[in-house]
């Protein structure tokens, strides 16, 4: 079955402390990938994209096709990081899906 | 204007009220999107739009019938809505359905059906 998995509903790590938020997905062909995020009270925002290849806020996001993963990085986590991050596979034109999210909590 | 402009912020409705949700972008965008949000849950994608033509119906039931009367402006249509209904309604637009293209979201109509 074509699909996303993000499986942590919920991570919480010390301020500082690396950040991985794990998804895997199974989809035919090749996929589009991205990272979305969503802080407390504001609107889904696109955080990173594969093509992209680039670091926004400190995240980076690697796509390992033998595993089929697009796991995202942080080396040292910030308070301001903490929010609902969705793993969303883009696998043809028009339909962008979404996995079921990871909170990320970083506590002080 | 770079941002995805969704109206009314808040909507509560009977189920045999007939209302609608605005969606408005003027960043020069060609496809544009309506997704579903429960609490807790994921966006759900209901249809999109491609150069103003619907391209992609989820098997949405017919008591939502969206329209995209021009290239800024996307209307969702609301008809015997049943409480189940209830939900964050998320509009978002995108430079064209290319795989490459982000999507770009507004801050949704959170829909109440009483």
């Known amino acids: 079955a074509q699909r996303v998995t993000q499986p942590e509903k919920l991570l919480s790590v010390f301020k500082g402390a690396p950040v991985e938020l794990k998804c895997n997905y199974s989809?035919?062909?090749?996929?589009?990938l991205f990272w979305y995020v969503q802080y407390s009270r504001q609107r889904l925002q696109l955080l990173l994209r594969?093509?992209s290849r680039e670091s926004i806020k400190g995240f980076t996001a690697d796509l390992n096709k033998g595993e089929t993963s697009f796991h995202l990085k942080k080396p040292f986590a910030q308070e301001e990081d903490s929010a609902m991050y969705y793993c969303?596979?883009?696998?043809?034109?028009?339909?962008?899906?979404f996995g079921a999210g990871t909170i990320l909590r970083v506590k002080s | 204007d770079t941002e995805v402009t969704q109206t009314p912020k808040h909507l509560v409705m009977g189920m045999t009220n007939k209302k609608s949700l605005k969606c408005e972008q003027h960043m020069g965008h060609r496809a544009m999107y309506w997704y579903k949000q429960k609490a807790k849950k994921p966006p759900e994608l209901m249809f999109v739009y491609s150069y103003e033509k619907l391209s992609i119906n989820e098997s949405v039931p017919s008591r939502f019938s969206p329209e995209c009367p021009n290239s800024s402006l996307l209307n969702l249509h609301l008809h015997a809505l049943q409480p189940e209904d209830s939900a964050l309604y998320l509009c978002?637009?995108?430079?064209?359905?290319?795989?490459?293209?982000?999507?770009?979201f507004g801050n949704g109509t959170r829909l109440t059906v009483t």
């Open positions: 969303a596979p883009r696998p043809y034109g028009n339909k962008l899906v």
């Open positions: 594969h093509i």
């Open positions: 978002a637009s995108s430079q064209d359905s290319g795989l490459r293209s982000p999507l770009h």
């Open positions: 989809y035919s062909g090749s996929p589009e």
